[in-house]
Protein backbone atom coordinates (compact mmCIF):
# COMPACT_ATOMS: atom_id res chain seq x y z
CA UNK A 1 0.00 0.00 0.00
CA UNK A 2 1.45 2.98 -0.90
CA UNK A 3 1.90 6.01 1.88
CA UNK A 4 -0.73 8.97 2.48
CA UNK A 5 -4.65 9.35 1.30
CA UNK A 6 -6.30 7.94 -1.90
CA UNK A 7 -6.14 10.36 -4.28
CA UNK A 8 -8.97 13.26 -4.84
CA UNK A 9 -9.00 11.85 -8.77
CA UNK A 10 -9.71 8.16 -7.54
CA UNK A 11 -12.11 9.13 -4.62
CA UNK A 12 -14.00 10.57 -7.72
CA UNK A 13 -14.26 8.08 -9.63
CA UNK A 14 -14.66 5.77 -7.12
CA UNK A 15 -18.20 7.93 -6.56
CA UNK A 16 -18.49 7.92 -10.27
CA UNK A 17 -18.37 3.81 -10.09
CA UNK A 18 -21.50 3.97 -7.75
CA UNK A 19 -23.17 6.25 -10.24
CA UNK A 20 -22.56 9.15 -7.78
CA UNK A 21 -21.27 12.75 -9.08
CA UNK A 22 -19.36 13.77 -6.23
CA UNK A 23 -17.24 17.15 -5.71
CA UNK A 24 -15.16 19.14 -2.28
CA UNK A 25 -17.03 21.09 -0.40
CA UNK A 26 -15.01 23.75 1.67
CA UNK A 27 -16.52 24.82 4.94
CA UNK A 28 -14.83 27.76 5.74
CA UNK A 29 -15.11 29.40 2.60
CA UNK A 30 -19.01 28.14 2.11
CA UNK A 31 -18.16 27.42 -1.25
CA UNK A 32 -17.85 24.37 -3.40
CA UNK A 33 -14.67 23.29 -4.97
CA UNK A 34 -14.35 21.25 -8.68
CA UNK A 35 -12.62 19.81 -9.59
CA UNK A 36 -10.97 17.79 -6.57
CA UNK A 37 -7.60 19.00 -4.93
CA UNK A 38 -5.48 18.38 -1.62
CA UNK A 39 -6.34 21.77 -0.92
CA UNK A 40 -8.56 24.59 -0.95
CA UNK A 41 -8.40 27.40 -3.45
CA UNK A 42 -10.24 29.93 -1.33
CA UNK A 43 -8.69 29.09 1.88
CA UNK A 44 -5.42 27.02 1.33
CA UNK A 45 -6.32 24.66 3.95
CA UNK A 46 -6.84 20.72 3.57
CA UNK A 47 -10.10 21.10 5.48
CA UNK A 48 -12.32 19.75 2.54
CA UNK A 49 -15.65 17.78 2.93
CA UNK A 50 -16.43 15.00 -0.06
CA UNK A 51 -20.27 15.49 -1.35
CA UNK A 52 -22.74 14.32 -3.76
CA UNK A 53 -24.51 16.68 -6.26
CA UNK A 54 -27.87 15.53 -6.84
CA UNK A 55 -26.80 15.92 -10.64
CA UNK A 56 -29.37 18.66 -11.79
CA UNK A 57 -27.18 21.56 -13.79
CA UNK A 58 -27.26 24.53 -16.30
CA UNK A 59 -25.94 24.30 -19.45
CA UNK A 60 -23.12 27.15 -19.36
CA UNK A 61 -21.53 26.94 -22.57
CA UNK A 62 -21.44 24.81 -25.43
CA UNK A 63 -19.75 23.61 -28.65
CA UNK A 64 -19.93 21.43 -31.56
CA UNK A 65 -17.16 19.11 -32.29
CA UNK A 66 -16.75 18.43 -36.10
CA UNK A 67 -13.86 15.55 -35.83
CA UNK A 68 -12.01 14.60 -39.36
CA UNK A 69 -13.84 11.39 -38.69
CA UNK A 70 -16.99 10.01 -37.41
CA UNK A 71 -19.52 12.30 -36.21
CA UNK A 72 -20.11 15.36 -34.88
CA UNK A 73 -20.27 15.84 -31.00
CA UNK A 74 -21.29 18.21 -28.10
CA UNK A 75 -18.72 19.19 -25.65
CA UNK A 76 -20.21 21.51 -23.12
CA UNK A 77 -19.76 23.12 -19.36
CA UNK A 78 -22.29 22.45 -17.22
CA UNK A 79 -23.18 24.51 -13.81
CA UNK A 80 -24.43 22.37 -11.27
CA UNK A 81 -26.86 23.35 -8.44
CA UNK A 82 -24.50 23.11 -5.63
CA UNK A 83 -22.15 25.72 -7.58
CA UNK A 84 -19.62 23.64 -9.19
CA UNK A 85 -18.62 23.84 -13.13
CA UNK A 86 -17.80 20.97 -15.14
CA UNK A 87 -16.85 20.07 -18.31
CA UNK A 88 -18.99 17.70 -19.66
CA UNK A 89 -21.24 16.67 -23.02
CA UNK A 90 -25.00 16.32 -23.12
CA UNK A 91 -26.39 13.10 -24.84
CA UNK A 92 -30.17 11.95 -26.29
CA UNK A 93 -30.58 14.90 -28.45
CA UNK A 94 -28.35 16.15 -31.16
CA UNK A 95 -25.26 18.03 -30.72
CA UNK A 96 -26.12 21.13 -31.79
CA UNK A 97 -29.94 21.30 -29.98
CA UNK A 98 -27.99 21.63 -27.17
CA UNK A 99 -28.74 25.35 -25.55
CA UNK A 100 -27.09 27.43 -23.16
CA UNK A 101 -29.57 27.91 -20.30
CA UNK A 102 -31.01 24.06 -20.62
CA UNK A 103 -31.38 22.33 -17.76
CA UNK A 104 -29.74 19.20 -17.75
CA UNK A 105 -29.70 15.98 -15.61
CA UNK A 106 -26.53 14.07 -15.20
CA UNK A 107 -26.11 10.13 -15.51
CA UNK A 108 -22.73 8.18 -15.43
CA UNK A 109 -20.95 6.96 -19.10
CA UNK A 110 -19.70 3.82 -18.52
CA UNK A 111 -16.85 3.47 -21.75
CA UNK A 112 -16.03 0.14 -20.71
CA UNK A 113 -12.34 -1.69 -21.04
CA UNK A 114 -9.59 0.71 -19.45
CA UNK A 115 -11.08 3.70 -19.64
CA UNK A 116 -12.94 5.21 -16.34
CA UNK A 117 -16.48 5.97 -15.94
CA UNK A 118 -17.63 9.81 -16.55
CA UNK A 119 -19.94 12.25 -15.89
CA UNK A 120 -22.70 13.28 -19.00
CA UNK A 121 -26.20 15.14 -19.19
CA UNK A 122 -29.33 14.77 -20.84
CA UNK A 123 -32.28 16.97 -20.96
CA UNK A 124 -33.54 17.44 -17.44
CA UNK A 125 -36.92 16.94 -18.73
CA UNK A 126 -36.06 13.61 -20.21
CA UNK A 127 -34.22 12.28 -17.40
CA UNK B 1 5.74 46.65 -5.06
CA UNK B 2 7.62 49.03 -6.57
CA UNK B 3 7.42 47.33 -10.28
CA UNK B 4 9.45 48.26 -13.28
CA UNK B 5 10.60 51.82 -14.33
CA UNK B 6 9.28 52.58 -17.40
CA UNK B 7 11.28 53.12 -20.88
CA UNK B 8 14.19 51.83 -18.42
CA UNK B 9 14.93 49.30 -21.08
CA UNK B 10 13.87 49.50 -25.35
CA UNK B 11 13.56 46.43 -27.70
CA UNK B 12 16.58 47.48 -30.44
CA UNK B 13 16.68 44.15 -33.00
CA UNK B 14 13.81 42.17 -34.24
CA UNK B 15 13.79 39.70 -36.75
CA UNK B 16 11.87 36.63 -37.98
CA UNK B 17 13.53 33.19 -38.86
CA UNK B 18 12.39 31.35 -42.08
CA UNK B 19 8.89 30.65 -41.94
CA UNK B 20 5.46 28.94 -43.20
CA UNK B 21 7.18 25.70 -44.42
CA UNK B 22 10.73 25.21 -43.40
CA UNK B 23 13.83 23.73 -45.13
CA UNK B 24 13.45 20.12 -44.12
CA UNK B 25 15.71 19.05 -41.20
CA UNK B 26 15.70 22.56 -40.21
CA UNK B 27 15.60 22.43 -36.14
CA UNK B 28 13.80 24.96 -33.96
CA UNK B 29 17.23 25.63 -32.25
CA UNK B 30 18.21 26.37 -35.93
CA UNK B 31 15.48 28.47 -36.32
CA UNK B 32 16.38 29.92 -33.06
CA UNK B 33 19.80 30.91 -34.00
CA UNK B 34 18.24 32.43 -37.59
CA UNK B 35 16.41 34.97 -35.55
CA UNK B 36 18.97 35.44 -33.11
CA UNK B 37 21.43 36.11 -36.29
CA UNK B 38 18.91 38.01 -37.69
CA UNK B 39 17.62 40.29 -34.88
CA UNK B 40 21.54 41.07 -33.62
CA UNK B 41 22.18 42.36 -37.13
CA UNK B 42 19.14 44.63 -37.45
CA UNK B 43 20.24 45.98 -34.02
CA UNK B 44 24.08 46.77 -34.90
CA UNK B 45 25.03 44.40 -31.74
CA UNK B 46 27.37 41.56 -31.64
CA UNK B 47 26.64 38.03 -30.64
CA UNK B 48 29.75 38.65 -27.98
CA UNK B 49 27.56 41.15 -26.64
CA UNK B 50 25.07 39.29 -25.40
CA UNK B 51 24.76 38.07 -21.81
CA UNK B 52 20.99 37.53 -21.51
CA UNK B 53 18.81 34.46 -23.47
CA UNK B 54 15.33 33.80 -23.02
CA UNK B 55 13.34 31.02 -24.92
CA UNK B 56 10.14 29.61 -25.35
CA UNK B 57 9.19 26.45 -27.44
CA UNK B 58 7.26 23.33 -26.90
CA UNK B 59 9.53 21.08 -29.01
CA UNK B 60 12.95 21.53 -26.74
CA UNK B 61 12.28 20.41 -22.78
CA UNK B 62 15.14 22.74 -22.38
CA UNK B 63 15.86 25.23 -24.48
CA UNK B 64 17.63 27.55 -23.33
CA UNK B 65 20.38 25.24 -22.45
CA UNK B 66 19.84 24.12 -26.54
CA UNK B 67 20.33 27.42 -27.49
CA UNK B 68 23.17 28.99 -25.29
CA UNK B 69 25.40 25.35 -26.83
CA UNK B 70 24.09 26.23 -29.92
CA UNK B 71 25.70 30.22 -29.99
CA UNK B 72 28.49 29.35 -27.73
CA UNK B 73 27.16 31.76 -24.65
CA UNK B 74 27.56 30.89 -20.72
CA UNK B 75 25.36 34.28 -20.14
CA UNK B 76 24.71 35.39 -16.57
CA UNK B 77 20.82 35.56 -16.73
CA UNK B 78 18.92 33.05 -18.55
CA UNK B 79 14.97 32.80 -18.57
CA UNK B 80 12.60 29.99 -20.40
CA UNK B 81 9.02 31.37 -18.77
CA UNK B 82 6.45 29.43 -20.67
CA UNK B 83 3.16 29.82 -20.34
CA UNK B 84 1.95 29.22 -24.02
CA UNK B 85 1.59 32.20 -26.44
CA UNK B 86 1.94 35.01 -23.93
CA UNK B 87 5.70 33.53 -23.02
CA UNK B 88 7.55 36.17 -24.92
CA UNK B 89 5.75 38.96 -23.21
CA UNK B 90 6.88 37.74 -19.80
CA UNK B 91 10.23 37.45 -21.16
CA UNK B 92 10.63 40.86 -22.08
CA UNK B 93 9.53 41.81 -18.31
CA UNK B 94 11.58 39.56 -17.23
CA UNK B 95 14.66 40.91 -19.17
CA UNK B 96 13.62 44.70 -18.30
CA UNK B 97 13.87 43.67 -15.14
CA UNK B 98 17.52 41.97 -15.07
CA UNK B 99 18.73 44.80 -17.09
CA UNK B 100 17.27 47.24 -14.34
CA UNK B 101 18.90 44.84 -12.17
CA UNK B 102 21.99 45.10 -13.42
CA UNK B 103 22.35 41.28 -14.11
CA UNK B 104 22.63 41.18 -17.66
CA UNK B 105 22.96 44.40 -20.46
CA UNK B 106 22.21 42.71 -23.70
CA UNK B 107 19.36 40.04 -23.94
CA UNK B 108 17.86 37.67 -26.66
CA UNK B 109 14.66 36.47 -26.65
CA UNK B 110 13.85 33.52 -29.07
CA UNK B 111 11.38 31.07 -30.49
CA UNK B 112 11.28 28.44 -32.85
CA UNK B 113 9.28 25.66 -34.23
CA UNK B 114 8.52 23.12 -37.03
CA UNK B 115 4.71 22.17 -36.40
CA UNK B 116 4.01 22.74 -39.62
CA UNK B 117 6.87 20.13 -41.13
CA UNK B 118 6.99 17.60 -38.15
CA UNK B 119 2.75 18.02 -37.61
CA UNK B 120 1.33 19.34 -34.56
CA UNK B 121 0.76 15.94 -32.48
CA UNK B 122 5.08 16.22 -32.80
CA UNK B 123 5.10 19.54 -32.01
CA UNK B 124 3.20 19.26 -28.57
CA UNK B 125 2.59 16.36 -26.48
CA UNK B 126 -0.59 15.66 -25.34
CA UNK B 127 -1.02 16.64 -21.44
CA UNK B 128 -4.77 14.43 -20.11
CA UNK B 129 -6.59 16.15 -18.43
CA UNK B 130 -8.70 13.16 -15.97
CA UNK B 131 -12.03 15.97 -16.24
CA UNK B 132 -12.15 17.16 -19.33
CA UNK B 133 -9.98 14.49 -21.73
CA UNK B 134 -13.07 11.98 -21.68
CA UNK B 135 -15.33 14.87 -23.75
CA UNK B 136 -12.19 14.93 -26.87
CA UNK B 137 -12.41 18.96 -26.84
CA UNK B 138 -10.56 19.13 -29.78
CA UNK B 139 -8.58 21.66 -28.13
CA UNK B 140 -7.59 24.33 -28.51
CA UNK B 141 -10.21 25.59 -30.62
CA UNK B 142 -13.30 23.79 -28.65
CA UNK B 143 -11.87 25.77 -25.53
CA UNK B 144 -12.36 29.14 -27.45
CA UNK B 145 -15.61 27.75 -29.27
CA UNK B 146 -17.17 27.79 -25.81
CA UNK B 147 -16.01 30.84 -24.63
CA UNK B 148 -17.18 32.08 -28.25
CA UNK B 149 -20.86 30.45 -27.21
CA UNK B 150 -21.00 32.74 -24.32
CA UNK B 151 -20.37 35.97 -25.78
CA UNK B 152 -22.67 34.93 -28.33
CA UNK B 153 -25.38 34.01 -26.10
CA UNK B 154 -24.40 37.13 -23.00
CA UNK B 155 -24.33 39.98 -25.89
CA UNK B 156 -25.68 38.39 -29.52
CA UNK B 157 -21.82 38.53 -30.96
CA UNK B 158 -22.63 37.13 -34.37
CA UNK B 159 -20.58 34.45 -36.36
CA UNK B 160 -20.32 37.35 -38.73
CA UNK B 161 -19.25 39.60 -36.47
CA UNK B 162 -16.23 37.11 -36.02
CA UNK B 163 -15.93 36.43 -39.00
CA UNK B 164 -15.15 39.96 -39.69
CA UNK B 165 -12.21 39.44 -37.45
CA UNK B 166 -10.98 37.23 -40.33
CA UNK B 167 -11.46 39.04 -43.39
CA UNK B 168 -9.63 42.29 -41.74
CA UNK B 169 -6.56 39.67 -40.63
CA UNK B 170 -6.32 38.58 -44.21
CA UNK B 171 -6.70 42.07 -45.66
CA UNK B 172 -3.39 43.50 -43.66
CA UNK B 173 -2.00 39.99 -44.56
CA UNK B 174 -2.04 41.20 -48.30
CA UNK B 175 -0.24 44.03 -47.51
CA UNK B 176 2.86 41.86 -46.01
CA UNK B 177 5.32 39.94 -48.13
CA UNK B 178 5.80 37.33 -45.57
CA UNK B 179 2.71 36.35 -45.04
CA UNK B 180 1.36 32.54 -45.49
CA UNK B 181 -2.17 33.81 -46.85
CA UNK B 182 -2.27 35.48 -50.12
CA UNK B 183 -5.55 35.07 -51.65
CA UNK B 184 -8.62 37.57 -50.50
CA UNK B 185 -11.33 36.00 -48.12
CA UNK B 186 -14.62 37.23 -47.21
CA UNK B 187 -17.40 36.94 -45.19
CA UNK B 188 -19.32 34.25 -46.76
CA UNK B 189 -15.35 32.46 -47.16
CA UNK B 190 -15.62 32.12 -43.39
CA UNK B 191 -18.81 30.88 -42.78
CA UNK B 192 -18.78 28.69 -45.35
CA UNK B 193 -15.11 26.86 -44.29
CA UNK B 194 -14.82 23.91 -43.17
CA UNK B 195 -16.81 23.61 -39.82
CA UNK B 196 -14.00 22.71 -36.84
CA UNK B 197 -15.62 23.31 -33.33
CA UNK B 198 -19.15 25.21 -33.42
CA UNK B 199 -19.26 28.13 -34.41
CA UNK B 200 -15.32 28.27 -35.66
CA UNK B 201 -14.86 27.16 -38.92
CA UNK B 202 -11.30 26.69 -40.19
CA UNK B 203 -10.39 29.98 -41.04
CA UNK B 204 -11.87 31.31 -37.47
CA UNK B 205 -8.53 29.62 -36.04
CA UNK B 206 -4.98 30.35 -36.63
CA UNK B 207 -2.91 28.65 -38.98
CA UNK B 208 -0.70 25.97 -38.48
CA UNK B 209 3.04 27.25 -39.88
CA UNK B 210 6.58 26.97 -38.94
CA UNK B 211 8.05 29.99 -37.96
CA UNK B 212 10.46 31.69 -35.49
CA UNK B 213 12.60 34.42 -34.78
CA UNK B 214 14.22 36.47 -31.66
CA UNK B 215 14.17 40.20 -30.45
CA UNK B 216 17.02 42.48 -28.67
CA UNK B 217 16.29 43.96 -25.34
CA UNK B 218 19.03 46.39 -24.04
CA UNK B 219 18.77 49.13 -21.48
CA UNK B 220 17.85 52.87 -22.91
CA UNK B 221 20.80 54.48 -22.52
CA UNK B 222 22.47 51.79 -24.45
CA UNK B 223 19.49 51.71 -27.22
CA UNK B 224 19.89 55.41 -27.82
CA UNK B 225 23.64 54.62 -28.86
CA UNK B 226 22.66 52.23 -31.10
CA UNK B 227 21.41 53.29 -35.39
CA UNK B 228 17.95 52.14 -35.44
CA UNK B 229 15.65 54.00 -33.33
CA UNK B 230 14.46 52.07 -29.88
CA UNK B 231 11.07 50.74 -29.26
CA UNK B 232 11.20 51.82 -25.47
CA UNK B 233 9.32 49.51 -23.00
CA UNK B 234 6.80 51.96 -21.21
CA UNK B 235 4.51 49.19 -19.91
CA UNK B 236 3.90 45.48 -19.06
CA UNK B 237 1.50 43.73 -17.35
CA UNK B 238 0.19 40.25 -16.83
CA UNK B 239 -2.52 37.95 -15.47
CA UNK B 240 -3.10 33.94 -14.53
CA UNK B 241 -6.70 33.53 -14.30
CA UNK B 242 -6.87 29.66 -14.72
CA UNK B 243 -5.47 26.54 -16.85
CA UNK B 244 -7.98 24.53 -18.29
CA UNK B 245 -11.24 26.21 -19.62
CA UNK B 246 -13.02 24.88 -17.42
CA UNK B 247 -12.21 26.80 -14.55
CA UNK B 248 -11.98 30.37 -16.25
CA UNK B 249 -13.60 32.18 -14.12
CA UNK B 250 -16.19 33.83 -16.64
CA UNK B 251 -15.83 33.28 -20.03
CA UNK B 252 -16.56 36.33 -21.60
CA UNK B 253 -13.81 38.09 -19.67
CA UNK B 254 -9.93 37.66 -19.95
CA UNK B 255 -6.83 38.24 -18.13
CA UNK B 256 -6.49 40.87 -20.38
CA UNK B 257 -8.10 42.96 -18.56
CA UNK B 258 -5.69 43.38 -15.81
CA UNK B 259 -2.94 42.85 -17.29
CA UNK B 260 -3.82 46.05 -19.90
CA UNK B 261 -4.63 48.02 -16.48
CA UNK B 262 -0.95 47.03 -14.81
CA UNK B 263 0.44 48.53 -18.19
CA UNK B 264 -1.59 51.24 -18.72
CA UNK B 265 -0.71 52.39 -15.14
CA UNK B 266 2.96 51.75 -15.77
CA UNK B 267 3.13 53.43 -18.99
CA UNK B 268 1.02 56.31 -18.00
CA UNK B 269 -1.22 55.51 -21.19
CA UNK B 270 -4.60 54.57 -21.72
CA UNK B 271 -6.39 53.57 -24.59
CA UNK B 272 -6.84 56.17 -26.35
CA UNK B 273 -2.86 56.93 -27.00
CA UNK B 274 -2.41 53.96 -28.71
CA UNK B 275 -1.68 54.27 -32.41
CA UNK B 276 -1.38 50.24 -33.24
CA UNK B 277 -1.94 46.94 -32.00
CA UNK B 278 -0.93 43.41 -31.88
CA UNK B 279 -3.25 41.51 -30.27
CA UNK B 280 -2.93 37.28 -30.26
CA UNK B 281 -5.33 36.39 -32.72
CA UNK B 282 -5.47 32.64 -32.16
CA UNK B 283 -9.03 32.57 -33.04
CA UNK B 284 -11.60 35.07 -34.00
CA UNK B 285 -13.05 35.61 -30.92
CA UNK B 286 -10.18 36.57 -29.19
CA UNK B 287 -9.49 40.02 -31.00
CA UNK B 288 -13.29 40.77 -29.66
CA UNK B 289 -12.28 39.82 -26.44
CA UNK B 290 -9.01 41.61 -26.22
CA UNK B 291 -10.19 44.85 -27.65
CA UNK B 292 -12.98 44.95 -24.92
CA UNK B 293 -10.52 43.74 -22.17
CA UNK B 294 -7.98 46.61 -23.40
CA UNK B 295 -10.37 49.08 -22.82
CA UNK B 296 -11.23 50.17 -27.03
CA UNK B 297 -15.01 49.34 -26.50
CA UNK B 298 -17.33 48.03 -23.98
CA UNK B 299 -17.40 44.87 -22.44
CA UNK B 300 -20.19 43.39 -24.78
CA UNK B 301 -19.74 45.61 -27.91
CA UNK B 302 -16.23 44.08 -29.48
CA UNK B 303 -18.51 42.18 -32.01
CA UNK B 304 -20.31 45.00 -33.35
CA UNK B 305 -16.96 46.96 -33.08
CA UNK B 306 -14.65 45.51 -35.55
CA UNK B 307 -17.68 44.95 -38.14
CA UNK B 308 -17.28 46.85 -41.28
CA UNK B 309 -14.10 46.61 -41.56
CA UNK B 310 -13.08 48.62 -38.79
CA UNK B 311 -9.70 47.21 -38.32
CA UNK B 312 -8.65 46.42 -41.30
CA UNK B 313 -6.45 48.49 -43.74
CA UNK B 314 -9.19 50.71 -44.25
CA UNK B 315 -10.10 51.56 -40.59
CA UNK B 316 -9.74 53.31 -38.05
CA UNK B 317 -8.25 51.38 -35.95
CA UNK B 318 -4.86 49.36 -37.09
CA UNK B 319 -4.88 46.00 -35.81
CA UNK B 320 -2.43 42.90 -36.36
CA UNK B 321 -0.89 44.90 -39.53
CA UNK B 322 0.91 42.04 -40.51
CA UNK B 323 -1.74 40.03 -40.39
CA UNK B 324 -1.90 38.30 -37.47
CA UNK B 325 -1.98 34.35 -36.21
CA UNK B 326 -5.21 34.04 -38.38
CA UNK B 327 -3.52 35.01 -41.97
CA UNK B 328 0.12 35.98 -41.61
CA UNK B 329 1.89 33.05 -39.35
CA UNK B 330 1.43 30.92 -36.25
CA UNK B 331 3.67 28.35 -35.43
CA UNK B 332 1.96 27.80 -32.23
CA UNK B 333 3.04 30.43 -29.37
CA UNK B 334 3.28 33.43 -32.24
CA UNK B 335 3.34 35.80 -29.47
CA UNK B 336 7.06 36.78 -30.57
CA UNK B 337 5.53 38.20 -33.64
CA UNK B 338 3.79 40.47 -31.77
CA UNK B 339 6.78 42.10 -30.64
CA UNK B 340 8.19 41.91 -33.85
CA UNK B 341 5.25 44.03 -35.75
CA UNK B 342 4.90 46.45 -32.85
CA UNK B 343 8.69 47.40 -33.32
CA UNK B 344 8.59 47.41 -36.58
CA UNK B 345 5.27 50.11 -37.07
CA UNK B 346 7.21 52.11 -34.39
CA UNK B 347 10.45 52.46 -36.59
CA UNK B 348 7.93 53.00 -39.91
CA UNK B 349 9.61 50.16 -41.59
CA UNK B 350 6.19 48.46 -42.51
CA UNK B 351 5.90 49.79 -46.03
CA UNK B 352 2.80 49.21 -47.64
CA UNK B 353 1.47 48.65 -44.17
CA UNK B 354 2.46 50.94 -42.55
CA UNK B 355 0.54 53.01 -39.74
CA UNK B 356 0.93 56.59 -40.50
CA UNK B 357 2.18 58.77 -37.18
CA UNK B 358 3.06 55.69 -35.19
CA UNK B 359 4.31 56.44 -31.41
CA UNK B 360 2.30 53.87 -29.03
CA UNK B 361 2.13 50.37 -29.45
CA UNK B 362 0.09 47.30 -28.00
CA UNK B 363 1.32 44.02 -27.95
CA UNK B 364 -0.70 41.53 -26.83
CA UNK B 365 0.37 37.96 -25.86
CA UNK B 366 -2.54 35.05 -24.67
CA UNK B 367 -1.18 31.86 -23.68
CA UNK B 368 -3.32 28.26 -23.31
CA UNK B 369 -6.56 28.95 -23.53
CA UNK B 370 -7.15 32.40 -22.76
CA UNK B 371 -5.18 31.48 -19.40
CA UNK B 372 -2.26 33.55 -19.49
CA UNK B 373 -2.57 37.38 -20.91
CA UNK B 374 0.38 39.50 -21.06
CA UNK B 375 0.43 43.43 -22.32
CA UNK B 376 3.58 45.27 -23.11
CA UNK B 377 3.03 48.68 -24.09
CA UNK B 378 5.86 50.14 -26.76
CA UNK B 379 6.56 53.59 -27.70
CA UNK B 380 9.44 55.72 -29.68
CA UNK B 381 11.41 58.68 -28.45
CA UNK B 382 8.05 60.81 -28.39
CA UNK B 383 6.80 59.09 -25.83
CA UNK B 384 10.15 59.05 -23.33
Redesign the interface.
Known amino acids: MPAGEQSPLNTYLAHLEKGELAYQFSPDAGKAVFYPRVLCPFTGSSKLEWRISKGLGTVHATTVVHPAEGAAYNVALIDCDEGFRLMSRVEDIAPDKVRIGQRVRFRVHRPGGEEPPCPVFVPAEAA | MEGLKRASAAIVGVAESDLGHVADGLSVIDLMAQGVQRALADSGLRLKDVDGVFTATTQSRLSVLALCEYLGLDPPFIGSTIVGGSSFEYHVAHAMSAIEQGLCSVAVIAYGSTQRSVGRKQASVREVN???S?????MPS?AY???A??HM?QFGTTREQMAAVAVAAREWALLNPAAWEKKPLTIDGVLSA??????FTVRDCCLVTDGGGAVIVTSAERARSLEKKPAYVLGCGQSVTHS????MPD?TVTGALASGKTAYKMAKLGPTDVDVLALYDAFTINTILFLEDLGFCKKGEGGAFVAGGRIGPKGSLAVNTNGGGLSYCHPGMYGLFLLIEAVRQLRGECGERQVKDCDVAIAHGNGGVLSSQATVILGNSATV
Open positions: PYEPFRPFSALASRHRMVSYPAISSL
